[in-house]
């Protein structure tokens, strides 16, 4: 996890401009450079560097000898470069997985070196020699990018919005900062001048296709057919692969624990796999809540099971209130939902950084928008529409939860890892029948869950653990996070304020006192870019007026159900 910033074809001093570059700082501490680009002296990237591989030349941009031509500054991870490497016979100069990408573009040219990418990536590469420049970024937006356009060709690229909100150009409106569309690359024609002109933007991988790299994967040959059996143990096989290969790490690797069905598979594999690997140190495992939450329970028993390092982390509402603005300016969303599941993972990421060596952090997320877990899929009107529904929620992840974990670690100088999102795990996973997908008696993610049943890896009660809303998770029993926020909003907010919030707020209203309050904070950080949330997440097929589970009819909360049965071949009352 690094931070990159570029810029084109400034108007601007680029002294005066760079201090732009200085709002990310937080996402890599290690290092920073600030370097100008030969022959064009209004162009310049800045990078922020965390130390993951290679820490002697790790630096960005990257040059080598070979290619004297071109410059690359990437946030990433790229897990088969090793075998890439080997397979064409690329004559390294670095350690660094990156230098991937100089040799692919070389050999074959940026189209084919996004798609043999298996990874998660964000970058920047120009060619000097032939003045093209390059931008492309994963297939669900892990990493993220952002960029700015002018009419004029002036182009600025950050790794976070925030890098470019105060940028100076000579364009008299304000110019749109976008996120960089997930799985795609663009290529732009560098001017003499140092401006760009886009000559194309396409998408080079899309989720329900297996990637194209996966013919160079080190996965043994799945089994054929849709078997239940053998569905399962593709699934077992993809998903371990998955956690190995992101084992790739110079620092020492961490967990985040909640106690619920993805964390912990994701923390009992990596725990596996380290000791196979003898990794020199034990997992550490993160947990945050309340003393007596459920999650905060359900995660030492995970812990205790698979034999981690386990830390938990002490939650109060207080706290959370506290720590909305700075969740806020860091997130650069003001989603609603996003929000309030962010405080808690912020605060987990404050203590790993302040009180561990740990940097890599593995979790879970996406597994609930792959394998349907949410629980208003119980709701899906046919197998078809919940496929449907999968996918969409898989290709607007960078919008909201990809975006809630990369902002809330990189705010603390952590890596994430993510292994739910593994290109060929995901491809295979959304390849199965629809059928098959769907919840099954009353269970969400019943065929992940079944895929592991029977094999110790986490404690059976685990593995059957029904999903929690996240303010009844983290916080006591006696009250939620959910609760005291509303309480702490509805002494802020009053209803004259509410009856002026559509005229306030014509993008997006707010309709709750929550959603103004959250808003108002949003607007001090970044007044005038409130078009960076396109639109609320929120459940579908029910009657909802807030995206949390736990104000939906269906959804009770854990300590409410009784003890889902180990044995769910027989009838069972369901969750609905």
């Known amino acids: 996890m690094c931070g990159i910033w570029a810029l084109f074809g400034s108007d601007e001093c680029l002294s005066v401009q760079c201090t732009s570059a200085m709002k990310i700082a937080h996402r890599g501490p290690d290092a920073f450079r600030f370097e100008n680009i030969n022959g064009f002296t209004n162009c310049c990237f800045g990078f922020h560097r965390l130390a993951i591989v290679d820490q002697l030349y790790g630096m960005q941009p990257l040059r080598v000898k070979r290619f004297p031509y071109l410059w690359l500054c990437y946030n990433g991870e790229i897990y088969n470069h090793r075998r890439l490497k080997d397979h064409f016979e690329f004559e390294y100069q670095t350690r660094m997985d990156g230098e991937i990408l100089l040799h692919l573009y070389d050999r074959f040219g940026v189209e084919k070196m996004a798609y043999l990418l298996d990874g998660v990536f964000a970058f920047i590469l120009l060619d000097t020699a032939n003045r093209k420049l390059f931008l492309g970024r994963d297939t669900y937006g892990v990493r ?148 007596d939450s459920p999650d905060i329970a359900a995660a030492r028993k995970v812990a205790a099971h698979i034999g981690s390092e386990h830390h938990e982390v002490n939650f109060t509402p207080e706290e959370g209130i506290n720590a909305l603005d700075d969740v806020i300016f860091h997130l650069e969303s003001y989603d609603i939902t996003t929000v309030r599941a962010s405080v808690g993972m912020y605060l987990v990421s404050k203590y790993i950084h302040d009180k561990t060596d740990s940097v890599v952090i593995f979790s879970g997320e996406g597994s609930d928008e792959l394998t349907q877990g949410y629980i208003y899929f119980h709701k899906a009107p046919s197998p078809k529409r919940a496929a449907e529904e999968s996918v969409r929620l898989l290709k607007e992840l960078y919008l909201f939860d990809v975006l809630r974990a990369d902002r809330t670690t990189a705010a603390h100088s952590l890596e994430l890892r993510v292994p739910f999102l593994d290109h060929r795990l995901t491809a295979y996973y959304l390849s199965l029948p629809e059928e098959m997908r769907t919840p099954k008696d009353g269970v ?41 926020l509303q309480e702490h909003i509805e002494s802020e907010v009053n209803d004259s304020q509410m009856e002026k919030a559509a005229k306030l707020f014509p993008y997006n209203p707010p309709t709750t006192k929550e959603g103004f309050f959250i808003r108002q904070m949003f607007e001090k950080h970044y007044p005038g870019r409130c078009g960076w949330t396109p639109h609320y997440w929120m459940p579908r097929w029910v009657k909802a007026f807030d995206p949390s589970a736990r104000t939906l009819p269906i959804y009770k909360p854990d300590q409410d159900q009784e003890p889902r049965p180990h044995n769910l071949d027989s009838t069972k009352p369901g969750s609905l």
């Open 144 to 291: 993220p990018m952002f960029k700015l356009l002018t009419d004029d060709g002036f182009l600025a690229v950050c790794s976070e919005a925030k890098g470019l909100s105060q940028i100076t150009h000579s364009m008299t409106e304000p110019v749109e900062i976008v996120p960089f569309p997930p799985g795609h690359f663009e290529v732009f024609d560098l001017k003499p001048t140092g401006k760009v002109t886009s000559l194309q933007l396409d998408r080079f991988h899309v989720c329900t296709e297996e990637p194209k790299h996966a013919v160079y994967d080190n996965t043994r040959m799945l089994g054929t057919g849709f078997a239940l059996e053998t569905v399962k143990s593709n699934i077992r096989l993809l998903f371990e692969n998955a956690v190995r290969k992101r084992l790739m790490a110079h620092r020492r690797i961490g967990c985040l624990l909640s106690g619920g069905l993805d964390s912990s598979l994701v923390a009992a594999t990596l725990v596996k796999l380290a000791k196979e690997k003898q990794l020199p140190y034990p997992i550490q495992t993160f947990a945050i809540g309340a003393e």
């Open 444 to 484: 969400e993610k019943y065929l992940l869950r079944d895929a592991f049943k029977g094999l110790n890896l986490i404690p059976d009660e685990i593995l059957w653990r029904r999903k929690e809303a996240f303010s009844d998770g983290l916080t006591s029993v006696r009250k939620s996070w959910y609760t005291s």
